[in-house]
């Protein structure tokens, strides 16, 4: 058992360090920052969506961004859109569940605005129906994916896609990059 326990953990290492490796990921996360901070600095909020475990790492990471990360500061314009039970039910029952996020980021969002979407497959319909509708709006859209961007790549102006085909890999390094963005938006707008 102890070796499995390792080779697991080895395997998570693996793909982190083909994140360090690559410069192409590096300049996608400044960017991702870069947007995310004139949003926010402009006034404009950042959405986040996903589903099962990437619900609760885009809860989690709203969280860092309108609580605080590191150290004391204003709260950031930042939610998760499946928060509301009420309306994530009432629009899955009355419409049907790939509806849930598009009718939340046209009632909510505004030009200027940024959602970002969780998928470990980039295949979620609610998702890239989403992404869809926020695009024809003019909100910046930033995917979280796996490997190979799944047809979220497709919808989306900035692609992080993890290089990994496992479903907990790709979680474990999206919490990481989460981490990373959250962190550098704190410092870069309340610098200390």
């Given at each position: 058992?102890?070796?499995?326990?390792?080779?697991i953990?080895?395997?998570?290492?693996?793909?982190?360090?083909?994140?360090?490796?690559?410069?192409?990921?590096?300049?996608?996360?400044?960017?991702?920052?870069d947007?995310?901070?004139?949003?926010?600095?402009?006034?404009?909020?950042?959405?986040?969506?996903?589903?099962?475990?990437?619900?609760?790492?885009?809860?989690?990471?709203?969280?860092?961004?309108?609580?605080?990360?590191?150290?004391?500061?204003?709260?950031?314009?930042?939610?998760?859109?499946?928060?509301?039970?009420?309306?994530?039910?009432?629009?899955?029952?009355?419409?049907?569940?790939?509806?849930?996020?598009?009718?939340?980021?046209?009632?909510?969002?505004?030009?200027?605005?940024?959602l970002?979407?969780?998928?470990?497959?980039?295949?979620?319909?609610?998702?890239?129906?989403?992404?869809?509708?926020?695009?024809?709006?003019?909100?910046?859209?930033?995917?979280?994916?796996?490997?190979?961007?799944?047809?979220?790549?497709?919808?989306?102006?900035?692609?992080?896609?993890?290089?990994?085909?496992?479903?907990?890999?790709?979680?474990?390094?999206?919490?990481?990059?989460?981490?990373?963005?959250?962190?550098?938006?704190?410092?870069?707008?309340?610098?200390?």
């Amino acid at each position: 058992m102890n070796s499995y326990i390792r080779d697991i953990i080895n395997e998570s290492i693996n793909v982190k360090r083909k994140l360090y490796e690559s410069p192409e990921f590096i300049n996608t996360i400044g960017q991702v920052v870069d947007a995310c901070v004139a949003t926010l600095t402009n006034g404009g909020k950042v959405l986040f969506c996903g589903n099962g475990g990437s619900a609760a790492d885009a809860q989690h990471l709203a969280a860092e961004l309108s609580g605080r990360f590191y150290y004391d500061r204003p709260p950031l314009s930042s939610e998760a859109l499946h928060v509301n039970t009420s309306y994530l039910t009432a629009v899955a029952n009355d419409y049907s569940y790939d509806e849930v996020y598009a009718r939340l980021v046209k009632g909510s969002a505004k030009k200027g605005d940024i959602l970002i979407g969780l998928s470990t497959s980039g295949n979620s319909k609610n998702i890239i129906k989403a992404f869809e509708t926020a695009r024809s709006m003019e909100v910046t859209t930033i995917a979280l994916t796996g490997q190979t961007g799944g047809n979220l790549k497709e919808v989306t102006d900035l692609l992080i896609n993890v290089p990994s085909e496992d479903t907990p890999r790709i979680q474990e390094s999206h919490i990481l990059i989460g981490h990373i963005i959250c962190q550098l938006i704190e410092s870069r707008i309340f610098p200390q």
